[in-house]
């Protein structure tokens, strides 16, 4: 399968691994019975090795970070509670553990942690503050007369929440606290905290609560974390990048607390591509039922002909359904060029790692998971109505998948903020002072440092340059399908949208007194410019995929479903083009013809592009694709 990528033996081994009744889709609301599945489900996934390959080599793993991405992944088309679960496990616990430990925590914690003999958790975000993770109230204060750290919530603000095995598996918990030592703070640091006994208390001085019922993922036991002056060894900081000395002396090879803190967080970048991508993989199972439906169910007849007309032959059901694949096409093709990336810096030793690549890829990867996330949301939601009555059953999974999936916009990063780290680190040429500023900051720093921004190619750029420098600039509604056009099309409104936006920063810094009511003026400018760099990343993976894919036949229809999402993007945005002037009223309506002209074409093949999603029918778990009658609910 072509979106399969470069990780293609790593999903065919998931399709296998996930072939059992074991893992088959479920709906169950009760929360113990849907914890005590994802529970035994995760064991199952231990006992096959399903998570070794993600750890480096240098620890016990198999150093197939990409593989380990695509493979949870995967899970998300099962259970996105065994996906969040394995995730939090796995990925950020025991990501935690490698990542910002050293060989005294690699040596006690990672095998453990891998086979399931010790269960983990990731307690970061607090009641009070998530994306500000740099203003964590929870204190570690270091004791030079114990050696021992006290971890403390000071506040009720303070309280570690939503934190997935809190509620009720988890021993042990990766807590991000404020480091303190000799009366002053260095910043946010990690510390491995045992939470629970092996009879599943609480721990002297730590309070666990349950959060209960939430809008989905009834299997992930979140729950919630307060520390009364818990004390913890010295040695439980996670001392990769700084420590502290038995008599109190803070170290660390990392003068600046800015810089130091984002290299830290930095290499946890694996969550967020994973988010993006499970996202984007509940996205085409919704997209894999409703079109399956589309293709058998039917409704009213067309004149002179007794037989109902298949929903999928509705022009307007084609304009529902088939952009949203072609987007997941898209997403599919820019995801797997992210975890390429990814997997190349992340099994790259730390010190021949290039600081510039480490921060695009944060940057993508954030990029991603906004768009990943925003279209799973809208995808599913289009399909369950698609679906009518039949939608709505639980039976059918599309409400499951939309509950599972809302809470993916603000995890790993709310969607609102990462869209304006995208555009702030865009516009300050990734310069490493802007990492953790404030709006003010970042204003007083804008106003001197932003200029034109060198646009980089993100993939194929030999290709997409020369489709670019052949393209057709003109009126008729054939130069819509050119790819050079489109390309330049994108490149010119994020082009624009940065360097006006660049431009309203100074202007507003030197007008308006106060900075952050600068920043505010411009917010909006600043994310639309942001949005636009992400919608041409996606179409240069695009372009990139279609190129790589063997097959002449399967080349042209790839080809034509980039038309689709290209020509949906810009249709979407029309209003922009119209008023800068890129776009003319006729040749606006021009977009909508090849919309609609893309979507006839491409209707004989829609069983194919179904296929091409990668879903395999056992983790379909849609009851109504099973019925002869589909029912008359809708």
């Known amino acids: ?95 935690a553990i490698e990542n910002l430990g050293t060989a005294r925590h690699h040596d006690r914690y990672i095998n453990p942690l891998i086979d399931l003999d010790l269960l983990g958790c990731f307690a970061m975000t607090e009641t009070g503050h998530g994306s500000d993770v740099q203003s964590l109230e929870t204190t570690a204060s270091y004791d030079p007369g114990t050696e021992e750290f006290v971890i403390h919530s000071p506040t009720p603000s303070s309280r570690k929440d939503y934190i997935g095995g809190a509620a009720q598996h988890a021993t042990v918990a990766a807590v991000f606290a404020q480091l303190i030592t000799g009366g002053k703070s260095q910043g946010v640091h990690c510390f491995v905290v045992p939470i629970r006994d092996e009879n599943g208390d609480d721990l002297p ?246 200029s034109d921004i060198v646009k980089k190619r993100t993939a194929a750029q030999q290709i997409i340059q020369t489709l670019v420098d052949t393209r057709k600039d003109n009126e008729e509604d054939g130069s819509l399908f050119d790819r050079g056009t489109q390309m330049t099309m994108f490149e010119d409104r994020e082009q624009y949208l940065l360097s006006t936006a660049a431009r309203r920063l100074q202007a507003a810094s030197n007008r308006e007194e106060n900075l952050f009511d600068a920043f505010n003026f411009v917010q909006d400018h600043v994310l639309h410019a942001a949005r636009a760099h992400i919608d041409r990343v996606v179409l240069e993976a695009f372009v990139a995929g279609i190129e790589s894919c063997p097959d002449a036949e399967a080349r042209e229809l790839l080809s034509d479903l980039c038309d689709l999402y290209a020509l949906s993007v810009i249709d979407e945005d029309k209003a922009w083009y119209m008023e800068h002037r890129q776009l003319s009223v006729e040749r606006a309506k021009a977009v909508l013809r090849g919309i609609n002209e893309r979507c006839r074409t491409l209707r004989p093949h829609v069983p194919a592009l179904v296929e091409g999603l990668g879903v395999p029918e056992h983790l379909l778990g849609s009851a109504m694709l099973d019925a002869t009658d589909a029912g008359r609910l809708g």
């Open 1 to 95: 399968m072509t979106l399969d990528g470069a990780w293609r033996q790593a999903r065919e081994r998931a399709r296998t691994d996930l072939d059992r009744p074991e893992f088959a889709p479920h709906y169950t609301p009760d929360l113990d019975e849907a914890r005590a599945i994802t529970l035994k489900q995760m064991r199952m996934l231990a006992e096959s090795g399903y998570a070794r390959a993600g750890f480096a080599k240098a620890v016990g793993g198999g150093g197939d970070a990409g593989g380990a991405v695509a493979s949870i992944e995967m899970l998300a088309m099962s259970d996105l509670s065994l996906m969040v679960k394995a995730g939090v496990q796995w990925g950020l616990f025991g990501g």
């Open 205 to 450: 001085g730590v309070t666990t609560s349950d959060c209960g019922h939430k809008g989905g993922l009834p299997g992930v036991d979140n729950g919630r974390i307060m520390f009364d002056h818990v004390r913890i060894p010295r040695e439980n900081l996670l001392n990769r990048y700084a420590d502290v000395e038995p008599d109190g002396t803070y170290v660390s090879a990392i003068e600046n607390p800015n810089r130091r803190f984002f290299t830290m967080v930095g290499t946890l970048v694996r969550g967020r591509v994973t988010v993006g991508g499970s996202a984007g993989a509940a996205a085409r199972v919704a997209l894999s039922v409703a079109t399956r439906y589309a293709l058998q169910r039917r409704q009213f007849s067309a004149p002179g002909d007794e037989k109902e007309v298949l929903l999928m032959d509705y022009l307007v059901h084609q304009r529902r359904l088939l952009p949203l694949i072609a987007r997941s096409y898209a997403l599919t093709f820019a995801q797997n060029e992210l975890i390429s990336t990814m997997d190349r810096i992340q099994t790259t030793p730390v010190e021949e790692v290039d600081p510039q690549e480490q921060r695009e890829l944060e940057g993508r990867a954030a990029g991603l998971k906004v768009a990943n996330t925003a279209h799973a949301t809208r995808a599913i939601q289009e399909c369950r109505e698609a679906c009518g009555g039949a939608g709505y059953m639980a039976e059918n999974r599309l409400t499951a998948l939309k509950a599972d999936t809302d809470v993916f916009t603000t995890f790993e990063g709310d969607n609102h903020v990462l869209t304006q780290l995208v555009a702030k680190e865009l516009l300050t040429a990734y310069a490493d002072e802007v990492r953790g500023m404030s709006p003010v900051e970042w204003m007083k720093f804008a106003a001197v440092t932003v």
